[in-house]
T-cell receptor, first 111, second 113 residues
Framework: DAKTTQPPSMDCAEGRAANLPCNHS???????VYWYRQIHSQGPQYIIH???NNETNEMASLIITEDRKSSTLILPHATLRDTAVYYC????????????FGTGTRLTIIP | EAQVTQNPRYLITVTGKKLTVTCSQN?????MSWYRQDPGLGLRQIYY???????DKGDVPEGYKVSRKEKRNFPLILESPSPNQTSLYFC????????????FGNGTRLTVT
């Protein structure tokens, strides 16, 4: 599976958009980009996934560059409840059997 | 409410005393998996199941057993727990084993003394 690189930590002001980058320069054509987050010691929560097109749902937007080597998760109006560790994961669409969670980005929303 | 339920939430036990952590999902998901989370090591997969009666080892299966006799349940069994199995455990399920849209339980914090 392709590896990902994320900044270890970021801050964002409450009410602003939080933009979390992820580098996955070795991604292959059959691999999805997934984003999860984990609030304190709760179970990780699925946010969004994409293959090559930009995606949006009620939680966030995912912007994938045209060459697919990097992506950005956007939380449009961050709240204090968005403080969490965010994981960017790349995994093939078939035969993957698991997601490999790295160390993620610790996002802190500042009041 | 669609959910993955783990029990117990907290468990303190002694070395060698067999225990089972239960996991149940009510979403008719085919795929289920167990992870453990340790400081500095992140989430690591223990076992997974692509469907009923189909289970396979993940990255750290030693000291654990699982079974998948019915679709909704995927218990994690520690036949002879040891202190190095002290960890935070998560069960997860997904509609299928192809697209990894995982739903996680709330975790079981296990301490083995």
């Amino acid at each position: 599976d392709a590896k990902t690189t994320q900044p270890p930590s970021m801050d964002c002001a409450e009410g602003r958009a939080a933009n979390l980058p992820c580098n996955h320069s070795t991604i292959s054509g059959n691999e999805y980009v997934y984003w999860y987050r984990q609030i304190h010691s709760q179970g990780p929560q699925y946010i969004i996934h994409g293959l090559k097109n930009n995606e949006t749902n009620e939680m966030a937007s995912l912007i994938i560059t045209e060459d697919r080597k990097s992506s950005t998760l956007i939380l449009p109006h961050a709240t204090l409840r968005d403080t969490a560790v965010y994981y960017c994961i790349v995994s093939p669409w078939f035969g993957n059997e698991k997601l490999t969670f790295g160390t993620g980005t610790r996002l802190t929303i500042i009041p | 409410e669609a959910q993955v339920t783990q029990n117990p939430r907290y468990l303190i036990t002694v070395t060698g005393k067999k225990l089972t952590v239960t996991c149940s999902q009510n979403m008719n998901h085919e795929y289920m998996s167990w992870y453990r989370q340790d400081p500095g090591l992140g989430l690591r997969q223990i076992y997974y199941s692509m469907n009923v009666e189909v289970t396979d080892k993940g990255d750290v299966p030693e000291g654990y057993k699982v079974s998948r006799k019915e679709k909704r349940n995927f218990p994690l069994i520690l036949e002879s727990p040891s202190p190095n199995q002290t960890s935070l455990y998560f069960c997860a399920s997904s509609p299928s084993g192809t697209l990894m849209v995982l739903h996680f339980g709330n975790g079981t914090r296990l301490t083995v003394t």
